[in-house]
């Protein structure tokens, strides 16, 4: 059977070239970079190789780049690193969880969080981090691109207001990186958080800009890599894989793939939109168009479940992924959506199609044939349609 997955926010697969790069590492030049010898010279070198890369990706000095495991860690370590009891801290509520869960404990150890909500739209409207902000406001921390909708967020307008408070300024642009282009000096953030596996790298490792001089403090301690700033052995594939992903979406930026990538994503969204009691979360602010990320789109279908929905695609060999997460057994619908103000029946009853930049019309062609079959399928049979579940 034919398979099309249509979850790149998840994760992406490896590009043949970033596994082309990575190989030598394993074997071959698999000195530890911090060694004196030629084999740790080696390591050492590609290290400092990728380094640059990262740093001309971020716009900034190749010192000012911290090698780690991925989003979580970096979006942790400006959290963890940065507060302390007494301080306030303003993020918004629909962070990815390792922005989320790290603030909720951040307010049990006594700082004060504000959780920012979006417009219905899903945009954070930097007038509401405006407010929000107090004298003793340390550190706003908001999303370059929401993982569930796409929506890309006002980063520039919001490092305006956070300078303008004397407030540290962290973007997890974990979904953004690789997709938009990055300028961390435009954006006025002292931290930025990017993840290789979402723009087909590796998983577990990413980096974090750390502006000079910002006294964020390691999660890890132990030996004295990144410059004390991130404990830990590097790990010298990762990083080359991440350096050669950052460089084939530097590459692709450049020649046209994400307008084609924009165009998939659109015919294929006005295709579903075809289907009665369907509608895009995140498309609309009024009757403007929301700025997105090119690859996502999230739709919601009345009168069926998501999860159900997921299930019957994937059966039929096509991979997405539901509006809502399954926390302890129990299915939640999604907080994103929650806080744009759906309902709870139709944040469950929302999906997210997020296309590979690889993608090809036949992919899309083959979606738009399996979704209606199986809406009409599901609606057909479903406890929602009849009325029978809430
Ligand atoms: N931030 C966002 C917006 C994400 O989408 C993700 C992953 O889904 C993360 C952070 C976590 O990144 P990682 O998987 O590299 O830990």
């Known amino acids: ?87 306030h801290f303003v993020t918004t509520s629909i962070e990815h969880s390792a922005v989320l869960r790290a603030a909720d404990l951040m307010a049990q150890r006594g700082v004060e969080v504000t959780f920012v909500a979006p417009r219905p739209s899903g945009l954070i409207d930097p007038a509401d981090i405006q407010r929000a902000l107090r004298p003793e406001t340390r550190l706003v921390s908001v999303m370059l691109a929401n993982n569930e909708t796409g929506v890309l967020q006002p980063v520039e307008d919001i490092g305006k207001i956070a300078k303008a408070a004397g407030a540290f300024f962290h973007i997890d642009a974990v979904q953004g990186a690789g997709k938009v282009p990055l300028d961390v000096r435009r954006f006025g953030c002292h931290l930025c958080s990017v993840s290789a596996h979402k723009m087909h790298g590796p998983k577990g490792v990413g980096a974090t800009f750390v502006r000079r001089g910002t006294p964020v403090e390691s999660l890890l301690v132990g030996g004295s890599h990144e410059r004390r700033r991130r404990a830990g052995t590097e790990n010298v594939p990762g990083i080359v894989g991440l350096a050669k992903a950052v460089e084939l979406a530097v590459r ?26 369907t509608g895009v979360n995140g498309g609309w602010d009024g009757d403007r168009p929301v700025p997105r990320v090119a690859n996502t789109t999230n739709i919601w279908f009345d009168h069926l479940e998501g999860e159900a929905l997921v299930i019957a695609l994937d059966l039929k060999g096509v991979a997405v992924s539901g509006g809502s997460a399954c926390h302890s057994g129990a299915t939640e619908p999604s907080h994103v959506l929650m806080a744009m103000g759906l309902n709870k029946t139709r944040a469950r009853a929302s999906l997210r199609f997020s296309l590979l930049k690889t993608a090809t019309e036949a992919d899309v062609d083959y979606v738009l044939k399996v979704v209606p079959e199986a809406v009409e399928h599901l609606r057909a049979i479903s406890p929602v349609a009849a009325g029978t579940l809430g």
Not at 43 to 54: E, F, I, N
Not at 252 to 275: H, K, N, P, Q, Y
Request: glycine letters at 8%.
């Open 1 to 87: 059977m034919k398979r099309v997955y249509m979850d790149a926010n998840a994760t992406t697969p490896l590009l043949p070239e970033v596994m082309d790069a990575m190989r030598p590492y394993w074997m071959e030049h698999f000195g530890n970079a911090s060694s004196i010898h030629l084999d740790g010279q080696q390591a050492h070198a590609a290290v400092d190789r990728s380094r640059a890369t990262l740093a001309e990706f971020f716009n900034c000095h190749d010192a000012e780049v911290v090698f780690n495991s991925g989003g979580t860690e970096g979006d942790n370590t400006a959290i963890f690193g940065l507060l302390r009891p007494g301080d």
């Open 252 to 277: 692709s930026l450049a020649d046209g793939t994400f307008d084609r990538l924009a165009a998939l994503r659109d015919r294929l969204e006005v295709g579903i939109l075809e289907l009665s009691g």
